[in-house]
């Protein structure tokens, strides 16, 4: 019989709190069951296993994220609202270290409740671009562009990767700022 109070929901935002603290790669399931109180088997009744609880950690962090770029980015077009959603990506992955790392899990096809908030992160992402004119295929090569670049800054900058005696917040805005010039003159 399942801990009474635990649901598969508690589980997966312990597994956050757990993977923040540690690391998404460091995350265990025994890491998780020690943290609620409860035996590891104790688990196996709301996920099924390792995989299962980061696929559902993905789409948490995912529909997080989605909620934090529309949040930064309502009201706001072009160079504004791509800062304001830059902005939100590089605090979000400060804040949840471990629930960004499981962001950048490709959504299983199999899971529809994955593949939704992936979709609803690349619609948020494409509803800034398009506001640089951007359509269809140049939405896909603009926002791979957008995520690379954005996604390298934030992982060399948590990883101790920038050691330069210059400000990180001045590059990074630099180059959200070279981002806005090359989708203002995107290639047609």
Do not use: C, N
């Not at 609880?53 to 309502?74: F, H, I, K, P, Y």
């Not at 994955?114 to 609803?120: F, I």
Request: neutral net charge.
């Amino acid at each position: 019989m399942p801990r009474a109070g635990l649901t598969p929901t508690i589980v997966v935002a312990e597994a956050a709190r757990v993977a923040d603290r540690v690391g998404l790669d460091r995350l265990t399931l025994a890491a998780v069951a020690q943290q609620l109180g409860v035996a590891l088997p104790s688990l196996y009744k709301h996920v099924r296993g390792l995989d299962a609880l980061q696929q559902q950690l993905a789409v948490r962090a995912l529909g997080e994220l989605t909620t934090a770029l529309t949040d930064a980015t309502v009201g706001r077009s072009g160079r504004a609202a791509l800062h304001a959603m830059a902005a939100a990506l590089r605090e979000y992955a400060r804040r949840h270290p471990g629930s960004y790392a499981a962001t950048l899990r490709a959504p299983d096809p199999s899971d529809p409740a994955h593949v939704a908030a992936g979709e609803r992160t690349v619609r948020m992402i494409y509803a800034v671009l398009a506001g640089y004119g951007l359509t269809d295929d140049q939405l896909v090569d603009a926002t791979r562009m957008l995520r690379s670049a954005l996604h390298g800054f934030v992982a060399l900058e948590a990883a101790g990767g920038f050691g330069l005696p210059r400000d990180t917040d001045r590059s990074y805005e630099l180059m959200v700022d070279a981002l806005d010039g090359a989708f203002r003159s995107w290639p047609g």
